[in-house]
């Protein structure tokens, strides 16, 4: 199973994005008046989320229940992050419409507030000869210490 970073945008019309735990999108999708169920069809769809992320700085409802739904990591970022933030976040990449802006760049925030743990926890993955890179990386975001989730996978607790 995948491992990956979920940034949600709900509203009239709601967007999901999805990026492993390289930083690379996965996808993206867009749908007007929808339900918990559509978010958690969609995300399943992509892969198994470690972090939901809005870019909103308190999450609504709706996010926090799908981080509760998939026990997932809540990362919401220090402030609303602003359009002209997004703006430039995104400039480089391709999306269909704002509200897949927004949950991209929301991805993107959580993903880069941990990626200097996830550079370091590949790298002693791969000292270590380690296969199940994003097995650790996923366990470390949740809370684990490196040594933790290395014995969590020798003794079979792998996450879901």
């Not at 992320?53 to 739904?69: E, G, H, W, Y």
């Not at 602003?82 to 802006?101: A, C, P, Q, T």
């Not at 002693?124 to 040594?147: H, P, Q, T």
Request: charged share 30%; glycine share 6%.
């Amino acid at each position: 199973m995948r491992h990956i970073i979920v940034g949600v945008d709900t509203g009239k019309a709601s967007s999901i994005a999805g990026i492993d735990l390289n930083g690379r999108v996965i996808g993206t999708t867009t749908m007007k008046c929808v339900g918990v169920s559509w978010f958690v069809n969609k995300i399943k769809e992509l892969g198994s989320p470690v972090v939901i992320a809005t870019d909103k700085k308190r999450a609504n409802q709706t996010v926090a229940k799908l981080a509760a739904i998939f026990d997932s990591v809540l990362f919401t970022p220090k402030d609303d992050i602003s359009v002209e933030r997004k703006e430039v976040f995104l400039s480089m990449k391709k999306v269909s419409n704002l509200h897949e802006r927004d949950a991209l760049t929301a991805a993107f925030t959580a993903y880069n507030s941990y990626s200097n743990k996830l550079n370091q926890v590949e790298r002693m993955a791969r000292e270590e000869g380690i296969d199940s890179i994003d097995e650790i990386k996923a366990l470390v975001i949740k809370k684990s210490s490196f040594k933790e989730a290395r014995l969590g996978l020798h003794n079979g607790r792998f996450i879901r």
